[in-house]
């Protein structure tokens, strides 16, 4: 057949893929232009400022106090209008600087260098083994630079070591094997009860004998909650395991012959080193010769939970080497494929479950240990909410990632607590101690808009095929819970 004239030279046709590639490659690097105008910008910094002061009316603008004659209200309405302003001014910068500048969604995705691959992954390590021998040497250190307040900040050490460990736990769970699980804090008050209990009625039962039994009872539990959720994702799952998560905490607070109720239980014994224990006329200072300080114990828990955290790091990054890692990527991605490539995804998710219940059952021991106290108030859904933040704010499925989000999250609300010199700003009679998860939650706010996909969205892969490649974050399925 002859070719159809179109009136045009021969020069100037051009395939239908090059013409597309090209109109491609125009739209991505020519930013959408902007549909709202300034005054639509500053219409809707206004409506976010008006929503703050409304909101903070009764949080900001009225305060009330326990008077002899009833309540003491009185006003700070300077606190109040600098909200509003300081709303009002973040929407409206963020309007004019940061939402009109987004590129199509349509647009092509462009690959990093292997030079740029290469010099992050290089920095990622170095970043590890940094925060390794520091964690490694940080009582020593904090001993040596900080006298006064060693215990303070070593017991604060040990509290974010500890959700480190859950939100490795979680991770399991959420980042790799796709499954939004609310409820994870049941696995960690059933860990510490269970070693509370053991502990109470059997006399020779210690920490380092209660403490795989307790792992191996949140796993079982874990495999309880995993059945009945089997055909569930996303909203559904998270409102099962949300309600598995405060069953958990009502059945220990009203039963109350077996677990204390609301009184909880006490006594609980630390841990020994080898039979050796670490107190007051104890037998590790007499077998050492060391004299006793109370500094001691609180170096030795953080050492105990840090080995925790390190098992669970290594576990983890084991696990996601070996067929069923990569059976909870695949099912992360689309269930439907991973049926269809013959993957078992009953036992997926209840091993997920299970191994992740498992390592909350063992931070939960430790929590138990460290407190010599526990009640079921230690175990409410705020719990659960701050581990599933450091696991998101973190990165799905990022170790280091969710390391760093424990320190900011855990570290951040403490250091808020000294935030005296807000006091000048606003007035002696301004207490930050009231405002600092009110600080915390815009904190994590921006942290969302900056970084919507955590602090660390690049992923690396599980297998590796002739040549390494770091995973960026667009790449990777979101799907239901991920």
């Not at 603008?61 to 300077?78: C, E, F, S």
């Not at 905490?249 to 050796?276: A, E, H």
């Amino acid at each position: 057949m002859a070719a159809k004239d179109t009136g045009m030279p021969a020069s100037d046709i051009k395939p239908v893929g090059a013409q597309a590639e090209a109109e491609s490659r125009r739209m991505a690097s020519a930013p959408v232009r902007d549909a709202h105008s300034f005054a639509e910008a500053v219409k809707d910094a206004a409506m976010a400022g008006f929503l703050a002061g409304v909101l903070g009316l009764f949080f900001i603008g009225l305060r009330t106090d326990i008077a002899p004659g009833g309540l003491d209200v009185t006003t700070r309405w300077g606190a109040w209008f600098t909200a509003i302003v300081l709303v009002f001014a973040g929407r409206l910068l963020l309007n004019l600087f940061v939402f009109r500048k987004k590129h199509p969604t349509t647009r092509r995705l462009s690959l990093a260098s292997p030079a740029r691959e290469a010099a992050l992954a290089a920095a990622g390590k170095w970043l590890m083994r940094v925060l390794f021998v520091f964690a490694l040497i940080l009582p020593f250190f904090l001993t040596t630079f900080f006298p006064g307040r060693d215990r303070q900040y070593i017991d604060l050490a040990i509290l974010i070591m500890t959700y480190v460990m859950l939100g490795w736990g979680l991770n399991i769970v959420v980042g790799l094997a796709g499954l939004l699980d609310l409820g994870y804090v049941a696995f960690y008050a059933i860990g510490a009860y269970s070693f509370a209990l053991l502990a109470t009625y059997f006399d020779f039962v210690g920490f380092w004998i209660a403490l795989p039994l307790a792992g191996l009872l949140a796993a079982l539990w874990g495999v309880i909650l995993g059945f009945p959720v089997l055909r569930l994702r996303g909203d559904y799952l998270a409102i099962v395991t949300l309600a598995f998560g405060e069953i958990i905490r009502v059945v220990l607070l009203n039963w109350y012959d077996f677990t204390g109720g609301p009184n909880g239980i006490s006594g609980i014994p630390d841990p020994t080193f080898f039979g050796l224990e670490v107190k007051r006329n104890g037998s590790f200072g007499e077998f050492f010769g060391i004299p006793y300080d109370p500094i001691q114990k609180f170096i030795f828990l953080y050492y105990i939970i840090f080995v925790l955290a390190l098992i669970t790091n290594f576990a983890t990054m084991r696990l996601r080497k070996l067929p069923i890692g990569r059976a909870w990527e695949a099912l992360r991605e689309d269930e439907i494929a991973c049926r269809s490539l013959g993957i078992n995804t009953r036992n997926t998710k209840l091993t997920a479950f299970a191994i992740g219940a498992m390592f909350g059952g063992f931070a939960g021991s430790f929590f138990a240990t460290r407190q010599g106290f526990i009640s079921p108030e230690s175990f409410t859904f705020l719990e659960s909410a701050i581990i599933l933040a450091i696991v998101v704010l973190g990165g799905l499925g990022s170790q280091i990632g969710v390391a760093i989000a424990a320190v900011v999250m855990i570290g951040g609300i403490e250091l808020l607590r000294n935030l005296d010199f807000l006091r000048d700003i606003f007035g002696p009679g301004f207490d930050p101690v009231q405002y600092r998860m009110l600080i915390f939650g815009l904190a994590m706010v921006l942290i969302m808009i900056w970084k919507p996909r955590g602090l660390v969205s690049s992923r690396e892969p599980s297998v590796v095929l002739k040549e390494k490649k770091r995973i960026g974050a667009d790449m990777v399925a979101q799907g239901e819970g991920h």
